[in-house]
């Protein structure tokens, strides 16, 4: 069992915003600012997205933003494109063991 | 351009000893802020950490499995190496290295190795 909760799916038609939500506790997402975002490609190693809540990696679109609310982190996608369809991975430090807890993975369709 | 590639066997049998190798390039271990981690995934399953280490040797483990995981560094052959002992089927899985920069994101993990795929059998 994962310690983050992610939808298991999430899906939105190309131009549209989707966001996906990654639920925790005060014990690490809402208790640091640390939660980052990989996006994965089926057969893919995974890629960094978004880090420390909103920062975005060079090369990462701006169509690509994060937000936290309290235990919440979201990430968003705005303007859907058919290459957005994948894995989306969220990962927050957590106090429990210095290292770090990946959500269970939302998996974005791009209708 | 950073670079990291992992190397190990493919199929492994229950109860042994899983040795895998990340071998990088394009940044050093000795600089301050640089760490490796390794992080699996089981077949159609989500993403695990496992451990990470950094330059100054400080050392991090997935608490469920820190009594079969060593992670260590051999900063001269630009290497990370990880055992996991007494292997079993649920040890089935892909297993990635990456690199990890504190000072430019401190919690993310830039650049992945393609990973390597793992089967524990008999």
């Known amino acids: 069992q994962s310690a983050l909760t992610q939808p298991p799916s999430a899906s939105g038609s190309p131009g549209q915003s989707v966001t996906i939500s990654c639920s925790g506790t005060?014990?690490?997402?809402?208790?640091?600012?640390?939660v980052s975002w990989y996006q994965q490609h089926p057969g893919k190693a995974p890629k960094l997205m978004i880090y420390?809540?909103?920062k975005r990696p060079s090369g990462v679109p701006d169509r690509f933003s994060g937000s936290k609310s309290g235990n919440t982190a979201s990430l968003t996608v705005s303007g859907l494109q058919a290459e957005d369809e994948a894995d989306y991975y969220c990962n927050s430090y957590a106090d429990s063991n210095n290292l770090g807890v990946f959500g269970g993975g939302t998996k974005l369709t791009v209708l | 351009q950073i670079t990291l590639k992992e190397s190990g066997p493919t199929l492994v049998k229950p109860t042994q000893t899983l040795t895998l190798t990340c071998t990088f390039s394009g940044f050093s271990l000795r600089s301050t802020g640089v760490g490796v981690g390794w992080i699996r995934q089981p077949p159609g399953k989500a993403l695990e950490w496992l451990a990470l280490?950094?330059?100054?040797?400080?050392?991090r483990y997935s608490p469920s499995l820190k009594s079969r995981l060593t992670v260590t560094k051999d900063t001269s052959k630009n290497q990370v190496v990880l055992t996991l002992t007494n292997v079993d089927t649920v040890d089935t899985a892909t297993y990635y290295c990456?690199?990890?920069?504190?000072?430019?994101?401190?919690?993310?993990?830039?650049?992945w190795g393609q990973g390597t795929t793992v089967a524990v059998s008999s």
């Open positions: 280490i950094y330059w100054d040797d400080d050392k």
């Open positions: 005060s014990s690490d997402i809402g208790g640091y600012n640390f």
């Open positions: 990456a690199h990890k920069n504190q000072l430019t994101a401190p919690d993310g993990m830039d650049v």
């Open positions: 420390e809540v909103s």
